[in-house]
Each structure stands twice: as C-alpha cells, then as structure tokens.
C-alpha cells in the first residue's frame, strides 16, 4: 500500500503528466505527497522559506495563480495548490543540490513508499541528460521509481499489477 510519494518537480507544464499519476495514486491510495523541487545553486546559496497557503478543496484558482508566476518557489508552490485543491495532503521542500543526490536522499529516508519522475521528450539533448539522471536515480534508489513519460498518459494499478505479475510467475 502506498502510503506517502515523492514528486521531484521541474517546472509546471513538463510536470503535469507525473501531477497527475501522483494525483491518482493519491487519491486511490489516501496518499501523502512530498514535492521536491531541487535547484542547482550552490550549496552556499540561501535557501528561502516556502509559504503556500493550503487552498479550499476544489479551489484550483490559487493553482492558476500561481502556475502563471516565474521562479522556484512558484514552481513548488503551484504543485502544492495542485493537490491541495484536489483534497491531498502535500509538503513542499525546496533544496539547492545535485539532482540525483537529493532524490536518493530523499528517497533512502525511509519516508516514501515510491518516487515519482517525468521525463523530458522536447530536445534530444534534454532527452538524453534526463534519460541518464533516470537511470542512475532507478539503478541507486531504495524504492521503486515510476518513470512517467511527457507524451503517454496510461494509468497502471500497482496493486492490481503486482498481482497479476504474482499470478503469471504461478502459471
């Protein structure tokens, strides 16, 4: 049973689609979901304080607000309005670190039941930078990770396919 989900976001419209498996999953599930926006600053960099106001279940005009906002915080706070007007509870953490190490950081904590990631499919270069980040946050994590990807949407029941899997390696 999935209890609680790690959602590393990276902006607003490349994110949607993991938003939305995270959404289902959650809902499903009662889920808990802690975003993660992780900037590339250095570690010296001061690391301001994000504050979202939790927004009325089904008021996702706060969402709308804020996905039009530029910067970090906006980012990590427009996610946290995303679910809150859908009626999840969400944490929001903003880190200034590597990527793959603050994943698996997160990740090792013992706090997640599944890590959740989109990946890019705009640029070649993007494409290949984030597909090699993927693997090694996959090859390295002590949970499993579900890789959505930008253009496929398909919404698999963990439960029902982990049984089915049971059941195929009985036959």
Same mark, same amino acid.
């Given at each position: 049973?999935?209890?609680?989900?790690?959602?590393?976001?990276?902006?607003?419209?490349?994110?949607k689609r993991a938003y939305k498996i995270a959404l289902d999953i959650a809902q499903k599930y009662g889920a808990f979901v802690t975003i993660l926006h992780i900037d590339k600053r250095p570690a010296y960099?001061?690391?301001?304080?994000?504050?979202?106001?939790?927004?009325?279940?089904?008021?996702?005009?706060?969402? +709308?607000? =804020?996905?039009?906002?530029?910067? !970090?915080?906006? %980012? *990590?706070? /427009?996610?946290?309005?995303?679910?809150?007007?859908?009626?999840?509870?969400?944490?929001?953490?903003?880190?200034?670190?590597?990527?793959?190490?603050?994943?698996?950081?997160?990740?090792?904590?013992?706090?997640?039941?599944?890590?959740?990631?989109?990946?890019?499919?705009?640029?070649?270069?993007? +494409?290949? =930078?984030?597909?090699?980040?993927? !693997?090694?946050? %996959? *090859?390295? /994590?002590?949970?499993?990770?579900?890789?959505?990807?930008?253009?496929?949407?398909?919404?698999?029941?963990?439960?029902?396919?982990?049984?089915?899997?049971?059941?195929?390696?009985?036959?």
């Amino acid at each position: 049973m999935i209890q609680s989900i790690l959602l590393p976001v990276e902006g607003i419209e490349f994110s949607k689609r993991a938003y939305k498996i995270a959404l289902d999953i959650a809902q499903k599930y009662g889920a808990f979901v802690t975003i993660l926006h992780i900037d590339k600053r250095p570690a010296y960099a001061p690391v301001e304080p994000v504050k979202a106001k939790p927004p009325k279940k089904g008021n996702v005009s706060e969402f +709308k607000h =804020a996905a039009r906002s530029k910067g !970090k915080n906006d %980012i *990590a706070n /427009s996610a946290k309005a995303y679910f809150g007007a859908h009626g999840i509870k969400v944490q929001v953490i903003v880190t200034y670190s590597d990527t793959v190490q603050a994943i698996l950081e997160h990740a090792a904590s013992g706090k997640y039941d599944v890590v959740i990631m989109c990946n890019y499919e705009d640029s070649l270069i993007k +494409k290949f =930078a984030t597909s090699f980040t993927i !693997k090694r946050i %996959i *090859a390295k /994590s002590q949970i499993p990770v579900l890789v959505v990807q930008a253009s496929s949407y398909k919404i698999i029941d963990m439960e029902e396919e982990r049984i089915r899997r049971i059941q195929e390696e009985i036959k």
